[in-house]
């Protein structure tokens, strides 16, 4: 298979693969199962629940001088160097906060509330976390929201449509790094480079929640002021949101204690249980990058494993679009229609849409369940949707997410229970 096309782990590899995660194969329940909802979330690293619930348990506070609290503090200062590993991140904060979507809030109100400007610009795509939080604090701060429109070839956002509404009165801007909708990447070392030109010392946050797990990230190629991922759609376990600040965003005026150093976003205890999730997921992607390096530092080991999974995500994603083993794939199937179906599978996390003639989206995931197979419906209505859809002039869409841990296997049943969910939608339901 060509590397446009991506290249699959050996069959044996994948085999450990999904063993190192909970309920790939089959629910809770020992129902067989295919989970293609690894947007909403993801499958669970053992070793991440594993960590969680172990060090989660002690009574102990990480804030105290005697040996157990001296280990915690050991977990957490790995897991914070995990952190800045997974982003390549040299200086800066780190900040745990409850929610990615809590974190977000929290550093576009820093910037807009203590950056002068005018404006400040974003992209209708943008999750309600960002984008409502670039609308909310650009009325409280007086300042024009200038929204980027979606490209509906795409399903992304063009660069150039971006950079051309930053000028030098905009105090900040926020965009995301790929589509939770689409799967489409944005040119974010493209948008960053251009954005930086017209004004050098604008404030630029991320939202790489959809994007962390599926391919690298490296602050030192896209200089950024802020960025967040959620360890739950990261193999982790929920409860936390992680995120990275640089100097400057950190130095803002902020919530904080006041004895704290001026860059501290913590409030409260710290939660080593968290940072040893973080650890794991970076155990287990070095792991991966192990299999086909002999480097011996652990970001450039973890780098080789993303790569990897990128590259086998889109071999995945090349069969979901034209088949595997005798098994149409979903450009041919009749009564499927593919939305966003860019052919440069590059520019596309593993993540389709599709829609069904005769079915509705909640209808059609309804047929998949009863099928054993678990997507997500993404809708008008929908508060996480509506605005990104309404942009494609679309009233809905089934969102179909598969994960690394999948194999060709998986995707043929998925394609043969699609091409019967498509049967029914023409039989009228």
């Known amino acids: 298979m060509s590397s446009k096309q991506g290249q699959l782990f050996s069959e044996s590899l994948m085999e450990q693969l999904k063993q190192r995660f ?7 329940d020992g129902r067989e199962r295919l989970f293609f909802d690894n947007a909403g979330g993801s499958f669970r690293l053992k070793t991440a629940t594993e960590a969680f619930a172990s060090i989660d348990a002690l009574p102990d506070c990480p804030e105290r001088i005697h040996e157990r609290a001296r280990h915690l503090q050991d977990i957490q ?29 929290e550093m576009v109100r820093a910037v807009m509330e203590n950056v002068p400007g005018t404006n400040a610009v974003t992209t209708i795509l943008e999750h309600p976390s960002s ?6 604090y650009s009325e409280r701060t007086g300042k024009t929201l200038r929204v980027a429109p979606s490209n509906a070839q795409t399903g992304g956002v063009d660069a150039d449509a971006i950079v051309s509404l930053i000028d030098e009165n905009t105090a900040l801007l926020s965009v995301m790094y790929a589509s939770n909708i689409s799967g489409a990447k944005l040119d974010i070392a493209a948008i960053v480079e251009a954005a930086r030109a017209k ?3 604008l404030f630029i946050i991320v939202d790489a929640v959809q994007h962390a797990p599926h391919a690298v990230i490296d602050l030192q190629k896209t200089p950024v002021d802020g960025i967040n991922f959620a360890p739950y ?27 704290k150093e001026k860059g501290e976003w ?41 790569q990897r999974i990128e590259n086998h995500e889109r071999a995945l994603l090349s069969m979901l679009l034209d088949g595997v083993d005798g098994q149409r794939g979903l450009r ?3 009564g499927v229609q593919v939305y966003w179906d860019h052919p440069d599978l590059a520019q596309r996390d593993l993540i389709v849409g599709i829609g069904f003639d005769g079915l509705e989206p909640a209808a059609a995931v309804r047929e998949y369940e009863q099928r054993g197979v678990i997507v997500y419906e993404r809708i008008g209505t929908s508060l996480y949707s509506g605005r990104m859809l309404r942009s494609f002039k ?21 394609l043969a229970a699609t091409e019967n969910v498509a049967s029914a939608g023409r039989r009228g339901g």
């Open 394 to 414: 679309l009233d809905g869409a089934v969102r179909i997410s598969p994960l690394h841990c999948h194999a060709p296997r998986d995707i043929a049943r998925f």
């Open 77 to 105: 200062a790995r897991g914070e160097a995990d952190i800045r590993r997974i982003l390549n991140a040299r200086d800066g904060s780190v900040y745990l906060s409850l929610t990615a979507s809590a974190a977000m809030f």
């Open 199 to 201: 004004k050098p010392d």
């Open 22 to 28: 909970h309920f790939v194969d089959r629910d809770v």
């Open 131 to 136: 984008f409502d939080a670039m609308k909310l």
């Open 233 to 259: 759609k990261f193999f982790g376990c929920r409860g936390s949101g992680v995120s990275w600040l640089s100097e400057r965003l950190a130095e803002l005026p902020h919530h904080r204690l006041e004895a």
């Open 332 to 334: 041919a199937m009749e």
């Open 266 to 306: 913590e409030l409260g205890s710290p939660a080593p249980a968290q940072f040893g999730v973080v650890s794991a997921i970076v155990d287990y992607v070095a792991w991966i990058g192990a299999q086909f390096s002999d480097a011996e530092d652990r970001r450039e080991r973890f780098v080789q494993g993303m």
